[in-house]
């Protein structure tokens, strides 16, 4: 499993221990969402006007976004896709949830993934599905439900 770690904002660079925290995020997410042990993908970590462009690109909105997923187009040699990440939406986003930037981002990242994997949030159905596994994974990373709900 290749995950690497793309920082082109220097202020992620603040969030101690944030690089391997995030890694091991991913990781996680992978193996809850039953992926190949053999897969890559790409963690970008940039700042909101990258996440602007890239949301206004692919997704028609003008608008800096925490997020964004890009599967692969055929997934060779176990490589899922991209994920990126806008420094200032998910710093405040954490900071106006009471939390830290290393937890809100760690979320992030396992959202990512297992859109990468396939999972999503468009029905309700889909999103309990989806946000249990985020669940699952953040208690193993000792961060707290950002739902609110318990997991068995």
Same mark, same amino acid.
């Given at each position: 499993?290749?995950?690497?770690?793309?920082?082109?904002?220097?202020?992620?660079?603040?969030? =101690?221990?944030?690089?391997?925290?995030?890694?091991?995020?991913?990781?996680?997410?992978?193996?809850?969402?039953?992926?190949?042990?053999?897969?890559?993908?790409?963690?970008?970590?940039?700042?909101?006007?990258?996440?602007?462009?890239?949301?206004?690109?692919?997704?028609?909105?003008?608008?800096?976004?925490?997020?964004?997923?890009?599967?692969?187009?055929?997934?060779?040699?176990?490589?899922?896709?991209?994920?990126?990440?806008?420094?200032?939406?998910?710093?405040?986003?954490?900071?106006?949830?009471?939390?830290?930037?290393?937890?809100?981002?760690?979320?992030?990242?396992?959202?990512?993934?297992?859109?990468?994997?396939?999972?999503?949030? =468009?029905?309700?159905?889909?999103?309990?599905?989806?946000?249990?596994?985020?669940?699952?994974?953040?208690?193993?990373?000792?961060?707290?439900?950002?739902?609110?709900?318990?997991?068995?």
């Amino acid at each position: 499993m290749g995950i690497t770690l793309l920082i082109r904002d220097a202020r992620w660079r603040k969030t =101690r221990s944030l690089g391997a925290r995030l890694k091991r995020a991913a990781a996680l997410a992978l193996e809850q969402g039953a992926s190949d042990s053999a897969a890559s993908l790409v963690i970008l970590l940039t700042d909101d006007k990258r996440l602007r462009a890239l949301n206004s690109s692919f997704r028609g909105k003008d608008k800096p976004t925490n997020v964004l997923s890009f599967p692969a187009a055929a997934n060779r040699d176990g490589y899922l896709g991209d994920i990126a990440v806008a420094y200032g939406v998910a710093a405040a986003e954490a900071r106006d949830a009471g939390k830290s930037l290393a937890d809100h981002a760690a979320h992030l990242v396992v959202h990512g993934v297992l859109h990468l994997l396939g999972f999503d949030h =468009r029905t309700a159905r889909q999103a309990k599905v989806m946000e249990s596994l985020e669940v699952k994974v953040l208690k193993t990373l000792h961060i707290a439900d950002p739902y609110g709900r318990k997991v068995a």
